[in-house]
């Protein structure tokens, strides 16, 4: 299909927005560089150990859920995604925020088939809307440069 992606056109147009929405179309589509992603294509010469926090590998979830240094970062954004999921359909939530995948799917795009087919789709328009998600991805990676 040859249709604009949904991140496009909810991006806005500003620089900001712009930014934002980039971020998270590399992150979905895994060509923004994590230190898994460094460490592939250098025949696993560069580490994969994550630079702020050595002891595991840097991979999405990681990055984007795990990582204890960018803990005070990710909080707030993290804390009101949630209880606005909760706030929705807290059975359908519980199961998306307590798997990593469909979570980290939820943050990267709400509006992804997996997200319909777990019952999600009710609560595209009001995530979108607030734009939590882009302030999630936003801020750990400006956190890390
Ligand atoms: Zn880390």
Do not use: W
Request: charged residues 20%; proline residues 1%; hydrophobic residues 35%.
């Amino acid at each position: 299909m040859n249709t604009v992606h949904n991140i496009c056109i909810n991006a806005g147009y500003n620089s900001i927005s712009i930014m934002k929405a980039s971020i998270k179309v590399k992150l979905l589509t895994g060509v923004y560089m994590l230190q898994t992603t460094r460490s592939k294509f250098s025949n696993k010469h560069i580490s994969a150990s994550c630079p702020l926090y050595g002891s595991e590998d840097e991979d999405k979830i990681h990055f984007i859920l795990k990582c204890p240094n960018l803990v005070s970062t990710r909080k707030y954004y993290i804390d009101e995604l949630k209880s606005m999921l909760y706030e929705i359909d807290h059975d359908v939530s519980v199961n998306i925020v307590n798997t990593d995948e469909l979570f980290i799917q939820l943050i990267l795009d709400v509006t992804s088939e997996s997200m319909h087919t777990n019952g999600i789709s009710v609560v595209n328009s009001t995530i979108q809307h607030r734009g939590i998600n882009e302030r999630i991805l936003f801020c750990i990676t400006q956190r890390k440069m």
